[in-house]
């Protein structure tokens, strides 16, 4: 896993947010939820509804599509859906914020 620098220090300021990352092509789900970070995979996996697009409720994502909930902790789709999300690892550090990710989503930018 590679740690990718997705907020500067400043930017850690922000109200809470949800939005659309690029890292290195790839978008994931960035959240700012009651003060905590959370990455997500962007789409979602009911019918590809863009995840950043809809709202938190409770420590889940609500997908603006058909509203289907995802915890933010652990991805596990709510009670009924039988589906999950991708959850990635989020760490403050001195700099800013950081999301974990697998080493092969990143290759390019360290080949
Ligand atoms: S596309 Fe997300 S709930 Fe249907």
């Known amino acids: 896993m590679i740690w990718v620098k997705v907020l500067s220090k400043q930017e ?36 590809g509804g863009v995840l950043s697009g809809g709202w938190c ?11 289907y909930e995802y915890s933010l902790s652990t991805g596990r789709g709510a009670k009924g859906q039988g589906d999950y999300i991708d959850i990635y690892p989020t760490e403050i550090k001195e700099d800013g914020l950081y999301v974990g990710l697998k080493q092969s989503w990143i290759r390019k930018l360290f080949s």
């Open 12 to 47: 850690l300021e922000r109200e809470d947010f949800i939005e659309t990352l690029k890292v290195d092509g790839k978008k994931i789900c960035l959240v700012k939820n009651d003060g905590n970070y959370y990455a997500t995979q962007h789409s979602c996996p009911h019918a």
């Open 57 to 67: 409720k409770n420590g889940n994502i609500v997908c603006p599509i058909h509203r």
